[in-house]
């Protein structure tokens, strides 16, 4: 496992992103894993995530923010050239969180990011990404971990293919929520989390990767459910139709939780 001294700069990142979608060739699917030890939970960074998604600020992190915390990890491990598919483009299709323990401000976490499985998909490859957060220089159990589903289009590798949802099927009851995204929320988001992927940030972009306008960040959608259902120890949820911006969409709650835009399913989440 490759160790960092600090978490990746995503502004030096996009460019080996860039570079790694322009390269061909065989990639042997079996990229290293990453460690950076003494990561701090800033204050800072947390109000700003907190205002983007609607939270109520805690010295406490919701448990959707480890995912924002590691995410230039992740990335750092998609850009390498082993990884399977190019990440510009690849669609987020599940993530799942669990947590014995939530970070907070001030506290310092050693992080790990891996690859930890690839498997075909009717549309591609999938792969699922763990990370995993121990108190600085604990080495027992993680007090959290995180599995995201990523998929690359194109052709499937041999295998059975999967679905890669986490949650399934579920009742719901009528709306108990309605929410308003914008553009200029999205943006607030890429500021706050550091996802600035052109499909969630410019016409232009989305464009480029067939959608008609901007989209929401999934995991925006998922801060913003895991919110309202106080979702403190496991939070589980399938991404569907993205959400094109501008956008009004209903929450349904039952034994799931469901994003909806009329009869479109944009997200199921469990949480507890």
């Given at each position: 496992m490759r160790e960092l001294d600090r978490?990746?700069?995503?502004?030096?990142?996009?460019?080996?992103?860039?570079?790694?979608?322009?390269?061909?060739?065989?990639?042997?699917?079996?990229?290293?894993?990453?460690?950076?030890?003494?990561?701090?939970?800033?204050?800072?960074q947390l109000a700003r995530y907190a205002r983007a998604t609607g939270m109520t600020l805690r010295d406490e992190a919701p448990i959707t923010f480890p995912f924002v915390l590691a995410f230039p990890l992740v990335m750092d491990v998609m850009a390498t050239p082993e990884f399977p598919f190019a990440p510009l483009g690849a669609v987020h299709i599940a993530n799942s969180i669990r947590q014995s323990a939530p970070l907070r401000v001030g506290e310092t976490y050693d992080i790990e990011v891996t690859l930890e499985r690839t498997r075909p998909h009717k549309r591609g490859t999938l792969v699922d990404m763990r990370t995993l957060f121990f108190p600085s220089g604990e080495r027992s159990e993680p007090i959290g971990e995180q599995t995201s589903v990523f998929l690359g289009k194109g052709k499937p590798p041999a295998g059975e293919p999967e679905g890669g949802r986490v949650v399934g099927e579920g009742e719901t009851s009528a709306s108990v929520a309605e929410w308003r995204f914008t553009r200029a929320d999205v943006r607030d988001y890429a500021e706050a989390?550091?996802?600035?992927?052109?499909?969630?940030?410019?016409?232009?972009?989305?464009?480029?990767?067939?959608?008609?306008?901007?989209?929401?960040?999934?995991?925006?959608?998922?801060?913003?459910?895991?919110?309202?259902?106080?979702?403190?120890?496991?939070?589980?949820?399938?991404?569907?139709?993205?959400?094109?911006?501008?956008a009004r969409v209903t929450l349904h709650a039952g034994d799931v939780l469901e994003l909806r835009r009329g009869e479109k399913l944009h997200a199921r989440a469990r949480a507890v």
């Open positions: 978490l990746p700069d995503m502004n030096a990142l996009y460019p080996r992103l860039v570079a790694s979608a322009a390269r061909r060739g065989p990639r042997s699917g079996d990229p290293e894993g990453v460690r950076v030890r003494d990561v701090t939970v800033d204050s800072a989390s550091g996802d600035r992927n052109p499909i969630h940030v410019s016409l232009v972009g989305a464009k480029a990767f067939g959608f008609p306008a901007p989209i929401a960040h999934g995991m925006l959608l998922a801060a913003r459910m895991a919110a309202w259902a106080d979702a403190r120890r496991e939070f589980d949820i399938d991404f569907y139709k993205p959400v094109v911006l501008p």
